[in-house]
């Protein structure tokens, strides 16, 4: 069993930044890749950024340049730096974790740009 736990969403004018953490409940150093989903009102959840334990990321087109995964498995700890915030960056972001054949996800946090 796998709990992640995210934080460091609010309220951020447009252009701002915001860095959000999902903390785990376990070792993430066996978990390979973890990622950042996103979920905004009346659309699907997308994919943002994929961070993996050789320290590769990739990222949707949406966000590319303006976002940055990484993680400290130390902490057991991923992060998502996001800079140059835009109004349609706002949405629930979601950590995620497929571990021992499950998806684990954490209860998100809201992440809202103003213009």
């Known amino acids: 069993q796998v709990q992640l736990v995210e934080s460091g969403g609010g309220l951020v004018q447009a252009g701002g930044s915001l860095r959000l953490s999902c903390a785990a409940s376990?070792?993430?150093?066996?978990?390979?890749?973890m990622d950042w989903y996103r979920q905004a009102p009346g659309k699907q959840r997308e994919l943002v950024a994929t961070?993996?334990?050789?320290?590769?990321?990739n990222y949707a087109n949406s966000v590319k340049g303006r976002f940055t995964g990484s993680r400290d498995n130390a902490k057991n700890t991923v992060y998502l730096q996001m800079n140059s915030l835009k109004p349609e960056d706002t949405a629930v972001y979601y950590c995620?974790?497929?571990?021992?054949?499950?998806?684990?996800w954490g209860q998100g946090t809201q992440v809202t740009v103003s213009s």
């Open positions: 376990t070792n993430i150093f066996g978990i390979y890749v």
């Open positions: 995620h974790a497929n571990y021992n054949l499950r998806h684990y």
């Open positions: 961070i993996t334990n050789d320290g590769d990321t």
